[in-house]
């Protein structure tokens, strides 16, 4: 059984970091892609990111641009996600997902692609 776990969320204040991580377990995606959404109150799910596991491609959505950065570690099977210069916008569940297959990093985005989500950490940024 695939499971995905997310870590890291916590409550910080605005300009702070923070790292998610993203362990799986049940299976190696090692050519597949890893992807983290979020999702605030009221709001739609975002897309903040993704990264392909063989080679390492990724892309980010409008709001992680320059801001955050994803890299991996093959040999734990763990995805991370790095997050600087936190807004309270940033405030949200964030959730990582995963597929098993590789495709396109111009779909990374689309959420509906990945097989596998995690339950989700909170991540409040306070003003």
């Known amino acids: 059984q695939v499971q995905l776990v997310e870590s890291g969320g916590g409550l910080v204040q605005a300009g702070d970091s923070l790292r998610l991580s993203c362990a799986a377990s049940?299976?190696?995606?090692?050519?597949?892609?890893m992807g983290w959404f979020r999702q605030a109150p009221g709001k739609e799910r975002e897309f903040v990111g993704a990264?392909?596991?063989?080679?390492?491609?990724?892309s980010y959505g409008d709001s992680a641009k320059g801001r955050f950065t994803i890299s991996m570690d093959n040999a734990k099977n763990t995805v991370y996600l790095q997050m600087n210069s936190l807004k309270p916008e940033d405030t949200a569940v964030y959730y990582c997902?995963?597929?098993?297959?590789?495709?396109?990093?111009?779909?990374?985005?689309?959420?509906?692609?990945?097989?596998?989500w995690g339950q989700g950490t909170q991540v409040t940024v306070s003003s």
């Open positions: 997902a995963a597929t098993g297959f590789p495709f396109s990093s111009s779909l990374y985005y689309q959420a509906h692609l990945y097989t596998y």
């Open positions: 049940g299976r190696t995606f090692s050519n597949g892609v």
């Open positions: 990264i392909n596991w063989s080679g390492g491609s990724s």
